[in-house]
């Protein structure tokens, strides 16, 4: 889907969207930092910036391997946040109108000749090949028949998918959605955790849609983009305009102004003030850059909405239409005689990544969060300690466990409604105080204690201190609750992402 490296955030610099650098704000430091009249900044130490390395590896996150350098390996907790990541926005696409689609990890090498990738990004691109002659397609030792590269963004394999059946004006706009893993054959001095990789996961879309269609459509992703980091409480950000590069670019001058002038429409229409990136747009179309202020005053690129009129050109990408002239004018005509003619029209396809790499949107939540996840987040959400290891108090601990993981129904048959919630268990013969201790230490949300006492009527103690928000006076006391009640009440929370 995006076609050029990233760096620094300023004009006439080209970049990539799926790889995140940050860059200091050209503004003084002051301007984005609180202060108090009384208490002057200087009398303070400066507060380290949270380093999503070292807090991946204190919380479990990830790690790496000298075996895949570049591909982050995902431990169980890292993986929790990955797939709450995606489902999130899984839930977000009945909203929008996305149906999500799985494609091949590896094309032909034909396939980027005729997407334009292996001219403008090969070396960016992984090839493939077999070193079994007898698997080989051809008989020709080094036919580019037996070359195959491994995808570094969808929209090929997306045109494949719109181009298998024959599409009618009705049907459009039709967005696809993908989670596929890709790959990029980034420098590897440049590697770096979860921000500069060689396989990531996007939360790629493609949109094909009418030319009639096109402002719509990015309005709508610009209020996807408004509801995600909402959610995820990031920004501000603002918007920027990337247009035609310099060279390396397919069509015509001529098809760039018109895409550009369409995304300046766009904009304006949003309300929301944007600049101009000279020459900074992809290689097969201009680009609407999503760019975040962290609470550092640092600005990260995240999200990118490209529009692109290329790529179905040369994919032969078509519709039915009626006055076919008009429709790819993007004009609307009401005369019966020129609607009696049908005709096959190109559509116009939108890119848009809301989050950009999952991996990166972690390493900068992670720094975000500086640790202290929002409990739908949580890697470690709940966890129940007992007071002591004899078997009544570990066997009521085992069974809230099983009401909080929603595994409490019958052992013959499948797990009918899993909660989701991580819910870990310590029964170990410590004592209290220390597995409280280290609880906390560990960023636990929900602590809850199970003793002899609370045997009798099934009950539990919980101390929510740990979630976010818990100066409120009645979320840091410790409350007697019923293991029901209490799944009932985190349910609720991770549902409404809280």
């Not at 005729?114 to 030792?141: A, C, I, Q, W």
């Not at 570990?394 to 009918?416: C, E, H, M, N, T």
């Not at 009527?457 to 006391?477: F, W, Y």
Request: proline share 7%; hydrophobic share 35%.
């Amino acid at each position: 889907m995006f076609a050029q490296r990233v760096v620094r955030i300023r004009p006439h610099i080209s970049r990539c969207l799926p790889r995140i650098r940050r860059t200091e704000s050209n503004l003084p430091n002051h301007f984005w930092c609180r202060t108090c009249s009384s208490h002057s900044s200087s009398d303070l130490p400066p507060k380290p910036t949270a380093d999503h390395r070292q807090l991946g590896v204190q919380q479990e996150l990830f790690t790496t391997s000298r075996y895949s350098p570049g591909s982050p390996i995902l431990l169980p907790n890292g993986a929790r946040i990955f797939n709450r990541l995606v489902e999130f926005l899984r839930k977000q696409y009945v909203r929008y109108g996305f149906d999500e689609v799985i494609t091949p990890t590896i094309y032909k090498k034909a396939l980027w000749r005729k997407s334009g990738h292996l001219e403008n990004y090969s070396d960016d691109m992984f090839t493939v090949t077999s070193t079994s002659p007898s698997r080989s397609h051809s008989t020709k030792k080094g036919d580019e028949k037996d070359e195959y590269g491994l995808k570094p963004m969808n929209c090929p394999g997306h045109c494949l998918v719109f181009a298998s059946q024959m599409r009618s004006y009705r049907q459009l706009p039709i967005r696809y959605a993908d989670f596929s893993p890709l790959h990029r054959n980034e420098i590897s001095g440049a590697l770096s955790g979860l921000t500069r990789v060689r396989r990531f996961h996007q939360d790629d879309g493609h949109i094909f849609c009418r030319p009639i269609q096109i402002e719509e459509e990015i309005k709508k992703t610009l209020d996807f983009v408004r509801v995600v980091y909402s959610t995820f409480k990031l920004g501000p950000y603002r918007l920027a305009l990337s247009t035609r590069p310099a060279d390396h670019y397919i069509g015509t001058p001529e098809e760039w102004e018109g895409a550009e002038n369409a995304l300046r429409g766009a904009l304006d229409a949003s309300g929301q003030e944007w600049t101009v990136n000279e020459g900074d747009g992809a290689f097969y179309g201009p680009k609407i850059d999503i760019i975040l202020r962290d609470s550092d005053g640092k600005e990260h690129q995240t999200a990118t909405i490209q529009l692109d009129f290329q790529l179905p050109k040369r994919f032969n990408l078509s519709y039915v239409a009626p006055a076919p002239e008009f429709e790819r004018r993007g004009e609307i005509t009401t005369d019966p005689e020129k609607l009696k003619a049908s005709g096959l029209v190109t559509p116009v396809l939108i890119h848009r990544a809301v989050l950009g790499s999952v991996e990166r949107l972690m390493a900068l939540l992670i720094e975000h969060y500086n640790g202290k996840w929002p409990f739908w987040l949580n890697p470690r959400q709940v966890i129940i300690v007992t007071v002591s290891d004899k078997e009544p108090v570990v066997g009521l601990a085992k069974s809230v466990q099983d009401i909080l993981l929603g595994r409490d129904g019958s052992a013959d048959g499948p797990v009918v409604n899993p909660s989701q919630l991580a819910v870990d268990l310590d029964d170990s013969q410590r004592t209290l105080a220390l597995k409280v201790r280290e609880a906390k230490l560990k960023g636990y949300g929900v602590i809850v204690t199970v003793g002899p006492k609370q045997v009798p009527n099934g009950t539990v103690t919980v101390d929510m201190s740990g979630l976010e928000g818990s100066d409120d006076a009645q979320i840091s006391q410790k409350q007697e609750m019923a293991p029901k009640d209490l799944f009932a009440l985190l349910k609720n929370k991770a549902d409404s992402y809280q």
